[in-house]
């Protein structure tokens, strides 16, 4: 809490820290460089006067947003003037708008190498492999993790490097239990501290069996690090009687939550597809930004939507983006 004087009152300020990608004090221009996260302060009564003077001081919050038609294409060329967005049922003015197609890009390529996924590794890594020699650009960084009963970085850190990269994913070896929610909070974590757009791309069958942080602290950890997560679902079998339902109706939520998405892939056919998908998705999205309007409510989540009007299409088009964000950051 800090006290602030205002003609000779004493009044207390309440700070939100935004969490965008551009994140400065609003009494400063926009910088791309910066990154911050809103979080709420304190608010107690004014010592000389009854009535306080509530001092709003505000970060922009960042939105990544994908649309998409009917056929599940990426749909550009859409500009500011199309956009509707919504904090908390309330509509925010669109401060910064960016078709994001040259931000860098930081990935965090995280492969499930329990004993359940033993057998489609060998096609898992191929795949990858091709992903990343397709999507990667010298301005962009891409770590390998692999994650079985333990989280492993394969890259030991982020890396724009292909041949170090292939190496990464040649080393991933097959191990027992499966800790995704693990894997999730370790890799949102290394994003959390990378500017620029921020995605995760799991390859799993979608179990978990010995994680110690559990579902809600994983998706927490991702829309904290503003990470898209794009599931990519094995599933060797399509009606295996070991097939893990609950794990993928969770990577399912988990996907849309962070405005990502979530993919099915029963052959390798499948999985270049799905790769071949999340690049194109990339390479064609949005950047909406805004300073949030004056708030009453004290709650620790907020929530956003978008809307797209003002095209002949607009009522066919899906928009994803992050559920929201939080206004007090989590220690875990």
Same mark, same amino acid.
């Given at each position: 809490?800090?006290?602030?004087?205002?003609?000779?009152?004493?009044?207390?300020?309440?700070?939100?820290?935004?969490?965008?990608?551009?994140?400065?004090?609003?009494?400063? +221009? +926009?910088?791309?460089?910066?990154?911050?996260?809103?979080?709420?302060?304190?608010?107690?009564?004014?010592?000389?006067?009854?009535?306080?003077?509530?001092?709003?001081?505000?970060?922009?919050?960042?939105?990544?947003?994908?649309?998409?038609?009917?056929?599940?294409?990426?749909?550009?060329?859409?500009?500011?003037?199309?956009?509707?967005?919504?904090?908390?049922?309330?509509?925010?003015?669109?401060?910064?708008?960016?078709?994001?197609?040259?931000?860098?890009?930081?990935?965090?390529?995280?492969?499930?190498?329990?004993?359940?996924?033993?057998?489609?590794?060998?096609?898992?890594?191929?795949?990858?492999?091709?992903?990343?020699?397709?999507?990667?650009?010298?301005?962009?960084?891409?770590?390998?993790?692999?994650?079985?009963?333990?989280?492993?970085?394969?890259?030991?850190?982020?890396?724009?490097?292909?041949?170090?990269?292939?190496?990464?994913?040649?080393?991933?070896?097959?191990?027992?239990?499966?800790?995704?929610?693990?894997? &999730?909070?370790?890799?949102?974590?290394?994003?959390?501290?990378?500017?620029?757009?921020?995605?995760?791309?799991?390859?799993?069958?979608?179990?978990?069996?010995?994680?110690?942080?559990?579902?809600?602290?994983?998706?927490?950890?991702?829309?904290?690090?503003?990470?898209?997560?794009?599931?990519?679902?094995?599933?060797?079998?399509?009606?295996?009687?070991?097939?893990?339902?609950?794990?993928?109706?969770?990577?399912?939520?988990?996907?849309?939550?962070?405005?990502?998405?979530?993919?099915?892939?029963?052959?390798?056919?499948?999985?270049?597809?799905?790769?071949?998908? &999340?690049?194109?998705?990339?390479?064609?999205?949005?950047?909406?930004?805004?300073?949030?309007?004056?708030?009453?409510?004290?709650?620790?989540?907020?929530?956003?939507?978008?809307?797209?009007?003002?095209?002949?299409?607009?009522?066919?088009?899906?928009?994803?983006?992050?559920?929201?964000?939080?206004?007090?950051?989590?220690?875990?």
């Amino acid at each position: 809490m800090r006290k602030l004087a205002t003609l000779g009152l004493v009044a207390v300020g309440l700070l939100f820290t935004g969490r965008g990608l551009w994140a400065q004090q609003s009494s400063t +221009p +926009p910088n791309p460089a910066r990154q911050s996260a809103p979080h709420q302060g304190t608010q107690s009564e004014a010592q000389s006067e009854p009535a306080a003077t509530l001092k709003v001081d505000v970060n922009l919050v960042n939105v990544f947003v994908t649309v998409t038609d009917e056929h599940g294409a990426p749909v550009g060329g859409l500009s500011k003037e199309n956009f509707i967005l919504k904090e908390d049922d309330r509509e925010q003015t669109i401060k910064v708008f960016d078709r994001e197609s040259a931000l860098p890009l930081s990935i965090a390529l995280t492969i499930d190498t329990s004993l359940s996924t033993r057998h489609d590794l060998p096609l898992e890594q191929a795949s990858a492999k091709r992903f990343v020699h397709t999507i990667l650009r010298p301005v962009d960084a891409l770590a390998v993790y692999d994650f079985s009963e333990v989280v492993h970085d394969d890259t030991r850190g982020f890396t724009s490097d292909l041949k170090h990269i292939d190496e990464g994913i040649d080393h991933i070896r097959v191990g027992a239990a499966t800790a995704l929610y693990d894997a &999730i909070n370790v890799t949102s974590r290394a994003l959390d501290r990378r500017k620029g757009r921020k995605i995760i791309v799991l390859i799993t069958d979608g179990g978990d069996t010995i994680s110690k942080v559990d579902y809600q602290e994983a998706v927490r950890s991702a829309e904290e690090a503003e990470a898209l997560v794009y599931s990519i679902i094995i599933v060797p079998i399509e009606n295996s009687a070991g097939r893990e339902i609950g794990g993928e109706h969770a990577l399912i939520q988990l996907s849309e939550d962070t405005g990502g998405k979530f993919y099915y892939a029963t052959s390798t056919a499948q999985l270049d597809d799905a790769f071949r998908k &999340i690049s194109d998705e990339l390479r064609t999205q949005y950047l909406l930004a805004y300073y949030p309007s004056q708030h009453t409510s004290f709650s620790e989540f907020r929530r956003i939507e978008v809307e797209v009007a003002g095209v002949p299409s607009a009522g066919s088009y899906r928009v994803r983006h992050r559920a929201g964000y939080y206004t007090v950051k989590s220690e875990f």
